[in-house]
């Protein structure tokens, strides 16, 4: 098992500069020949880099069929890596293209937003539209330039504590799981996982506003993230970073196309987990509105009606995972209650 080495470019305040170092990181690694996958925001950093073709610009409405489509691009060109620069789906788009065309992928951020950055998992569209989170391929260099994550905007930052605010839950949900026999815990993921979230801990009653102009924040967050997605790799799986509350990310996702950030929504699915397993509900609420992101339905644009078919349909997106939201076997009734005891005010 091998996990991806880090790169964070913090030297000083010019992304054309960060630029010219990814290029020269890029040729240390003897890849002379990349195949540039850019988003709008990662054009300035990707401007350096020379590939046997001019850089493809990231499509957002980008599908499975479209990354098989990129990765046959790439191969026929003769690219020896797939060069990513950019944010979530597109990091995803080319992990699942490198996959896809049997390349080598170089994953380059421009925001923090969750903790995909280098895990083996994609989560890309079908053709339906309808988000899967597929086995694709882990980057083996990853290049963050603090010079381009301090533009990127700061509910992205929120998004990124966000997803991590799952990683509790999510190992309680995988040791239940091991309770009852379903699954076996890998104890080095489980403590990836766990430092992970105590680096952002610190940060978590601090409005991520206050925090956005500080080089050391985004460190941190960045190690964080990276620290999950290695914690995934290790497992082989999502389940130390991935519970009941992804499960209500990803049935937002299919039922509603999706009402905020991939973070903001786990954060918010961190709810009903918290509340199923006796927690202070008010208390993790209180948390969400410091740190900017959704703790109520009409945030999301959904009323009681759309919670209770939310929490019946999550356990369907995740067939064959045992979390809290599958302990609980939720019917109608129980999870109407449910909603109005954790959100008396719908």
Known sequence: MEFPEVFIY?????????????????????IEA???????????????????RPPERHDPAADQDAAARIGSRAKRSGADAIVAVGGGRCLDVGKL??????????AVPTQLSHDGICSPVA?????TGKPQSLGALAPIYVFVSLPTLVTAPVPSLAAGLGDLLANP?????????????LEDVDQRAWDLSVESFELIAPTLDTDPGMS???????RRLCDALVLSGMAMICSGTSRPASGGEHEISHALDELHGGRAMHGAQVAFGCIVSVALYGEDTEA?????????????????GLDENAMVDLLLHAPKTRPGRFTILEDADLDATKARALVRDIWPEL
């Open 10 to 30: 913090g030297s000083d305040d010019r992304e054309d500069a960060a630029a010219e170092e990814l290029a020269a990181q890029l040729r240390a690694r003897e």
């Open 34 to 52: 990349p195949f540039i996958l850019s988003s709008v925001h990662g054009e300035r950093l990707a401007s350096k880099l020379q590939g046997p």
């Open 97 to 106: 293209a490198a996959a896809r065309a049997g390349l080598t992928l170089i």
């Open 123 to 127: 989560v890309v569209p079908d053709e």
């Open 169 to 181: 839950l999510a190992l309680r949900d995988w040791a239940l799981a091991a309770e009852r026999g």
């Open 212 to 218: 956005a102009n500080d080089p050391l924040f985004y």
């Open 284 to 300: 993790f609420r209180t948390r969400l509105r410091r740190l900017h992101l959704p703790d109520k339905p009409a945030d999301l």
